[in-house]
């Protein structure tokens, strides 16, 4: 069988780092292919880093020479795309799994020729999950954790002997260990409805979600979800609330009371923190009754309730605290001053005398070393002749 040049393939899903495609084709794209018209097979495109041409390869071929027929691809894990999920109607894995079903009886399982067979693609082999798992008509909300090793899914059929047929169910499958479990079954076995998933026709309307990606599945193989189902006793309102499955037990995670509906609105990578609303007040500082709050299921609880402060014994104490400067303002001047401290007062200077005023004197009268004198009459000048005489 020689391979055919393709064209006219879907693409289906791409690994996060792009170095992975995946794709359906009716044409024979490689030597082993079965593929046929109205029945393609899925094939794996790898782009080895500074490859110009994929390595392709088949993933689908099927037993006897029959179509693997496969009909959808599940979205791949984030962190891994070596676990791809997809449902065929052709036989490609001869493995089984038992089950015990509601009658008490003892089923053998095996993919069957013509039924929409689950299957598992690991990088080496392809594993069967179950048969016949969307009678019905109904492709539920399978979602893959983001290391690929588990896969939720939902089906109307009773697939691990709990409930029964036509009433939808979430299921849990583990690639480890190759279990399939009901998330949403009633543990004590009791049918009380099913599971109801937003925007179908029966249920809510669309949730309107603050987070852009509703993550349900985590690597621990935790799986949130919505049910009016009360599968645990505190549970009483009969209306839509938010559980949670993991290692075979189911959790309430809101509180089964309110007289609204809850919604779960997403999960965190770790499975951590459950985020979901309710108008119900579940904590003490939400004082909103009756309106929609968002909450955080988180692990270890949540914040701590803040203390109330201690009663005002005097006027002062009841006073607000001076608000301190905005940061933007940057710190006083005297804090970031730099250099030798406080400059020392410079030295008083003597008071200068005030001058004396210049004396005038009256008439009559002469200033003498500063003092008005009376003004003398001068004396007559002695004759020449009597300066001889002597008189």
Not at 4 to 22: M, N, R
Not at 57 to 70: I, K, R
Request: net charge negative; proline share 5%; charged share 20%.
């Amino acid at each position: 069988m020689t391979a055919s040049t393709g064209g006219g393939g879907s693409f289906e899903a791409a690994s996060a780092d792009g170095s992975k495609v995946f794709f359906l084709d009716e044409s024979k794209l490689t030597a082993d292919s079965t593929a046929a018209a109205g029945e393609p097979d899925l094939y794996e495109c790898v782009l080895p880093v500074g490859a110009s041409n994929c390595e392709l390869a088949d993933l689908t071929v099927a037993a006897g020479g029959e179509h693997a027929d496969v009909q959808r691809v599940t979205p791949l894990g984030g962190h891994d795309s070596s676990y791809v999920y997809f449902v065929a109607k052709g036989v490609l894995a001869s493995n089984t799994r038992q089950f015990t079903n509601s009658e008490g009886h003892t089923v053998v399982e095996g993919a069957e020729a013509g039924k929409e067979n689950l299957y598992l693609w690991n990088g080496k082999e392809t594993t069967f999950i179950a048969t016949d798992v969307y009678n019905g008509g109904w492709y539920g909300d399978e979602q893959t954790s983001p290391d690929g090793k588990w896969l939720s899914f939902e089906s109307y059929r009773s697939l691990t002997g709990y409930g029964q047929d036509n009433i939808r169910e979430l299921f849990l499958y583990s690639a480890a260990t190759g279990q399939l479990d009901c998330a949403s079954c009633n543990p004590t076995g009791v049918v009380e409805g099913g599971i109801v998933t937003p925007n179908e026709e029966t249920g809510p309307e669309a949730i309107f979600g603050i987070f852009p990606s509703r993550r349900l599945l985590t690597d621990t193989g935790q799986v949130f979800f919505e049910t009016a189902a009360p599968l645990v006793p505190s549970d009483t309102n009969g209306l839509l609330d938010v559980y949670e499955y993991e290692g075979g037990r189911v959790y309430l995670i809101s509180s089964g009371t309110s007289s609204f509906e809850s919604n779960l609105e997403g999960v965190s990578e770790s499975g951590n923190d459950a985020f979901f609303r309710s108008d119900q007040p579940l904590v003490p500082q939400d004082n909103q009754d009756g309106q929609l709050v968002i909450y955080d299921a988180r692990v270890a609880g949540g914040f701590a309730e803040p203390s109330s402060p201690p009663a005002c014994t005097t006027a002062d104490a009841c006073r607000t605290p001076v608000s301190a400067q905005s940061s933007i303002y940057g710190a006083p001047a005297s804090q970031t001053f730099s250099g030798v401290g406080n400059l020392a007062a410079p030295a008083a200077k003597p008071k200068a005398k005030p001058k004396a005023k210049p004396v005038k004197c009256k008439k009559g009268f002469v200033k003498k070393k500063g003092k008005c004198v009376k003004k003398t009459a001068k004396k007559a000048k002695k004759s020449a002749h009597a300066n001889r005489r002597g008189k």
